[in-house]
């Protein structure tokens, strides 16, 4: 069974802190994806990466940073937090990106609450 | 801008009844449009996946149907159960652009 394991289940942090937030796949895929998702909204696409050491900005990077520094493994990393980030965060990994007709794999998501 | 939008917001429905819930996009051009369970707490869980040229697909007791002419889906959930309770999130690729634009879902209660 493929799995997308995303190290916490919840997080609180204070803010002005340095957070990571680890994602692991073990499908061999290329393509790694971090989301957040707010209550009313869709989940919004914060960085993605299609290769090792490659990463491209989605919708909302801003305050946000990422490292792909092994095919398995992407790290969300939020700089300084803010109250603002307070949200769930999901990893998703795929092997022929948006448009492959076998979809996404999600992992369970990181509740990370900034107080 | 392209758009997914999902009615109702929520739902309640009594176990074993049957219930739809709606999918409208804007997305062009399409790639394939999907359908995926979240439950409370968890990742979303795909259902199905439908291209352009398909109109109907099942799994298991959730029936998916595209109309790629009017860009409305819809997933019919029949005979629900309690472990229905969820949230239902449409999910339309933008074609060429490898990129998902998310519906801000339906919440569905089933209730015994």
């Known amino acids: 069974d493929v799995k997308v394991t995303q190290s916490s289940r919840y997080l609180v942090k204070r803010t002005g802190e340095k957070v990571f937030l680890e994602c692991v796949q073990d499908?061999?895929?290329?393509?790694m994806f971090w989301y957040r998702q707010d209550p009313g909204l869709g989940l919004r696409l914060i960085y993605f990466?299609?290769?090792?050491?490659?990463?491209e900005k989605g919708d909302i990077p801003e305050g946000y940073s990422v490292s792909r520094e092994k095919k398995e493994r992407f790290s969300l990393i939020l700089e300084s937090a803010s109250t603002s980030q307070t949200s769930m965060y999901l990893c998703?990994?795929?092997?022929?990106?948006?448009?492959?007709?076998?979809?996404?794999?999600f992992g369970s998501g990181t509740r990370l609450t900034v107080v | 801008k392209n758009q997914v939008e999902q009615s109702p917001q929520s739902l309640i429905i009594l176990e074993g009844k049957n219930c739809t819930l709606q999918?409208?996009?804007?997305?062009?051009?399409?790639?394939?449009l999907r359908w995926y369970k979240q439950d409370t707490g968890r990742g979303p869980v795909s259902l199905t996946i439908?291209?352009?040229?398909?109109n109907t697909k099942s799994n298991g007791r959730y029936t998916a149907t595209l109309d790629a002419d009017t860009k409305q889906s819809s997933l019919h959930i029949t005979a629900s159960q309690l472990s229905d309770s969820a949230s239902y999130i449409c999910?339309?690729?933008?074609?060429?652009?490898?990129?998902?634009?998310f519906g801000a879902g339906t919440r569905l209660a089933v209730h015994p």
């Open positions: 998703a990994s795929s092997s022929d990106g948006a448009s492959a007709n076998y979809g996404y794999t």
């Open positions: 499908m061999d895929h290329e393509n």
């Open positions: 990466s299609y290769d090792v050491k490659m990463k």
């Open positions: 999918c409208n996009y804007t997305v062009s051009p399409f790639s394939n």
């Open positions: 439908m291209t352009f040229s398909e």
């Open positions: 999910v339309v690729s933008e074609g060429g652009y490898n990129k998902l634009i």
